[in-house]
């Protein structure tokens, strides 16, 4: 099975920070790697797709990047409503595993 | 716009099967373009796939739980289900359901429906 590392596991930023998220596999999956939102209480929600494609609607300062086995995602400015837990999914080889996840609060 | 609704008893004993209906709605489970997928989260703690299903019936399941999950799926209805059987207070969690886009995302999900494990 591909293992995804995320890290780190929590953060604290500012308003207005720059916040990094990065994801490891365990192999390399080319670019298939997903991003996903999610806030208290509410279901997952899909930012990134493919590694580095925004999905419709999704604000502009969300961004993801990398490819084989080292996976970036990052928010240019981190707005309130970005309070959240960010995950990674892969799907190489047809299964699916996510990481462990980033809880991101404000400072 | 598709939305997906989970339902299922809140409270299973130990032992005993695990069953869960998704309800598709703005969209169709008839439809050759996408896969429809269960997973769950425990409480506190991260994602874990469970499976997905093809409107053909194919499936194709996380190895971990392969053993003991069964995914069907009733077009007519416009419904997919989960099956998991011998359940422990391990698999406490909220079951999400959610479009399988080409194998790849899951876009949208469901609300989640919890189900403890508990005698």
């Known amino acids: 099975d591909i293992q995804m590392t995320q890290s780190p596991s929590s953060l604290s930023a500012s308003v207005g920070d720059r916040v990094t998220i990065t994801c490891q596999a365990s192999?390399?999956?080319?670019?298939?790697l997903n991003w996903y939102q999610q806030k208290p209480g509410k279901a997952p929600k899909l930012l990134i797709y493919?590694?580095?494609n925004l999905e419709t609607g999704v604000p502009s300062r969300f961004s993801g990047s990398g490819s084989g086995t080292d996976f970036t995602f990052t928010i240019s400015s981190l707005q309130p409503e970005d309070i959240a837990t960010y995950y990674c999914q892969q799907y190489d080889n047809l299964l699916v595993t996510f990481g462990g996840g980033t809880k991101v609060d404000l400072k | 716009q598709v939305q997906l609704q989970a339902s299922g008893p809140g409270l299973v004993n130990p032992s005993e099967i695990l069953s869960l209906t998704c309800t598709v709605s703005?969209?169709?489970?008839?439809?050759?373009?996408?896969?429809w997928g269960w997973i769950r989260q425990p409480p506190g703690k991260g994602l874990e796939w469970v499976g997905s299903i093809f409107y053909s019936g194919y499936t194709y399941y996380n190895p971990s739980l392969k053993s003991r999950v069964t995914i069907s799926i009733d077009t007519s209805k416009n419904q997919f289900s989960l099956k998991l059987s011998s359940v422990t207070a391990a698999d406490t969690a909220v079951y999400y359901c959610?479009?399988?886009?080409?194998?790849?995302?899951?876009?949208?999900w469901g609300q989640g429906s919890l189900v403890t494990v508990s005698s």
């Open positions: 192999q390399d999956i080319r670019n298939y």
């Open positions: 703005g969209g169709s489970t008839g439809s050759s373009s996408y896969y």
């Open positions: 959610a479009r399988h886009v080409f194998r790849t995302r899951f876009d949208p």
């Open positions: 493919d590694a580095f």
